[in-house]
Structures are given as C-alpha cells and as structure tokens.
C-alpha cells in the first residue's frame, strides 16, 4: 500500500521565533512521535512539513501547491490566525476538495475567525496552549495527539471525512475546466453521479447542464410532469417571455391541464416594468385557480425551481463586465448560463424553505397576488391594482440602484 502524506499547514517563521519554536515542539511532540508509532495493518502514512524537505529546486509556492495537492489530507495548526500564508494555504487545500482539520489554540476566539474557516467549526480541536507550552509530557500532549491519531485513521479511510461540504468535482470543477480549454463547448449534456446504492433515500442524482437553452429545456421537462407543487422564481431584471416561450407556455398553461399540479407558486422581482406582461397572462390564464405569484422587492443573486419537493433546479448567471452599449445586438443577455439539476428529495425540502422562507418575508414582498380569488368580472380591476403596486415597487428599485446625489 503507497505511503499516504498529511500536510501541515502552521505559522513557521525564522529559525528562533516564537512561531518556529511552536512549530517545532508541535511537531516533536506530537506529530513525530504518532508517526514514528507502529500502525500494525492500518495504512501507512507521513506527516510532512514544508520546510523540513530537502531543496526540490522548485519555487516555495510551487512546492507547497505540489505537496497540498499529492496530500491525503491537510492538518492546520491555528496558534495564532494573523499568518496569511496559513490562509492561503487553507485555501488552497478547500480548493482541491482536500480534507482539512484544525487545531485550534485557546488564544484564537471564534469571532478572531474568518467566517469561510468558521463554517468549518466541526473540524475543530481547541487545545490549551499555556500547558501545552508547559511540560513536553502533559496531559494536552496526549489529547492532541490521541485527536491528532484519530483524524488520521479517518483521512486515510473515509473519503468524506473532513472534506469541503462545497466540493463535487463532477458536477462543479469537470464542467468548468472544460469550459475554460476552449470556448467552443457550448453543451455538456449531463454530469450524472449515483452516490450510494440505488435506494431512494440513499441517492443523490445530480445533473449539471450547461446553456440557456439546454436549461430550460430540461426545466420545462420537469414542470410538465409534476403532480404536487411547483414553486419558481425569476429575480432576474429579464422576463423568459419572448425568450423561453415553451417554459413559460408551460408554466402559463399548466393549472388548465386535465392532470395538473395542486398549487403553483412563482416569485417575480419588480425590478423591470416589462416583466409586469408575464404577470398579466399568469394572472389571466390562471384566475380561480390555486396559483400565486409573489411580487418581490428584492432582487436575489440565485433563481432555483423545485419541482413536487423532489427535483430542484438551482440556476447559475453570467454576468458581462462590458456596458449595454457595447454589447452585440446578436448576443442577448443570458437569462442562466448553466444549472445544476438535483433529484433528491432531502435536498428538494430544503430549497423548498428557503423558497417558503422569501415567500413570508413581510418586508421584502410588495404584494401577493392569489389567481384563486380572482374572476373573470374582476379580472381587469386587479391587474390595474396590481401593476400600480408593480411599477412603485420597480421605481423604488430603481431609486435604491441610482441614488441621488
């Protein structure tokens, strides 16, 4: 079985520093030691710290990428949080989807902490670092290194232990790699991986297509064969009317279906007066029946469609640097660039909260509009309500976007 390295990620220094001495004791008294102890048939591994290798004629940063990246796993000794190359290094571990544990001294409090490691406070093990300074043989000596061991063993079996909860290399880093050799990959059909076994609730399918137009493709798909809810937002300043009219038609036309969902739910950002149009036809199409449409006054950075709390669709922008003006005419703006489709019905519930959660948000929706409560005799009175609320909300936005000197 190959050697398996652990890389140490600590404040180093000069030779004779506080930081140096620290680091050296950490690694005489704890590292060396459990990796000098017999292992009998568990796998074999070596902790290893960067500026303990002999020269490799490589750049410092080189190396350390090179090491980070042939690792097993990273520990992080946090004695003191002020060291950028610490950071750096963290964050180049978290990149690679490597797994990281930190120790973490009583000196440190946890809001000392960078909110991006803070998320990973499970991964921690706070020592005290007075009497760990103190006698070589102390009692937190032991408990560093009988948690230091047991990390060990969970790096070198468990392929999640400890691993960035953000990291899917199929589904994130595949696509986008491919994506950047060239800019001629306009669709990658599907990303699938089928984690666990083929039970239900043991799996995950997970589909990340690229293109607009593949998206929405794959978007309509879903919403036709639903059967409980629909709950979609558009919180971008663009309307699919004009662009996605299939998804749209399908969405407008779904509630008259023999077999239709039981409810529809669709959030709309006022942050555009022409997207009050796709308002009036849902409003139209769908008087007295179970459909509601939330006008939002905040725009969101996200757009996400959850399908019978099953399948969710989370939606990716691209957004230009360039100014309107310089913009081709042939090239509208994206309205997603990519989405990533997840059939999963824990994760479904979980999106479909945070939909709910918008949804009763007082403060930030302008107004609820129930298709349920509307007829055909007050039809035209509450569009004109409604869009009066419409564009006060759009001016509002606007005003917040372009202050006044």
Not at 24 to 33: A, G, L, R, S, T
Not at 264 to 281: D, L, P, S, T, Y
Request: glycine content about 2%.
């Amino acid at each position: 079985m190959a050697l398996q390295k652990i890389f140490l990620i600590t404040p180093l220094g000069e030779r004779n520093t506080p930081d140096r001495r620290h680091a050296d004791k950490m690694w005489n008294d704890v590292f060396k030691p459990l990796s000098e102890k017999p292992r009998a048939e568990k796998a074999s591994f070596e902790f290893v710290r960067s500026d303990l290798l002999k020269e490799s004629g490589q750049s410092r940063v080189q190396e350390i990428m090179n090491l980070i990246h042939e690792s097993t796993g990273c520990i992080v000794d946090l004695y003191k949080i002020e060291n950028l190359n610490v950071m750096y290094e963290i964050g180049l571990a978290h990149s690679q989807g490597k797994r990281v544990f930190f120790l973490r001294s009583d000196k440190i409090s946890e809001s000392d902490i960078p909110s991006d490691i803070r998320f990973y406070a499970d991964y921690y093990h706070p020592y005290n670092l007075d009497i760990f300074n103190g006698d070589a043989s102390s009692d937190e000596v032991n408990n560093i290194t009988k948690r230091v061991s047991e990390v060990v063993d969970a790096m070198l079996t468990d392929i999640n232990s400890y691993r960035p909860s953000f990291y899917k290399p199929t589904e994130l880093y595949v696509s986008n790699i491919l994506e950047d050799i060239n800019g001629k990959i306009t669709n990658l059909e599907k990303l699938l991986k089928d984690f666990g076994t083929s039970s239900e609730d043991e799996r995950t399918l997970a589909q990340y297509i690229i293109g607009e137009n593949e998206a929405f493709r794959a978007l309509t798909a879903a919403v036709q064969k639903s059967n409980i809810s629909v709950k979609t937002t558009r919180f971008s300043p663009y309307s699919v009317v004009g662009r996605q009219n299939d998804f749209f038609n399908t969405i407008n036309d779904l509630m008259s279906r023999s077999i239709h969902p039981e409810s529809f739910e669709r959030i709309i950002a006022a942050n555009n007066i022409e997207k009050f149009n796709e308002v009036v036809k849902l409003m139209v199409n769908n008087a007295g029946k179970n459909f509601k449409i939330y006008i939002s006054k905040i725009e969101y950075s996200f757009e996400m469609v959850i399908v019978d709390d099953q399948v969710v669709f989370i939606h990716f922008r691209k957004y230009n640097n360039v100014t309107t003006d310089e913009k081709p005419q042939d090239q509208p703006v994206s309205l997603i660039s990519a989405t990533l489709k997840i059939d999963k019905r824990l994760i479904a519930n979980e999106f479909s909260t945070i939909f709910d959660s918008i949804t009763d948000n007082s403060k930030d929706i302008a107004c609820v509009i129930d298709c349920n409560q509307i007829s055909t005799e007050t039809l035209s009175e509450e569009i004109n309500k409604y869009r009066h609320i419409f564009y006060a909300a759009v001016n509002e936005y606007e005003g917040a976007a372009n202050p006044t000197v």
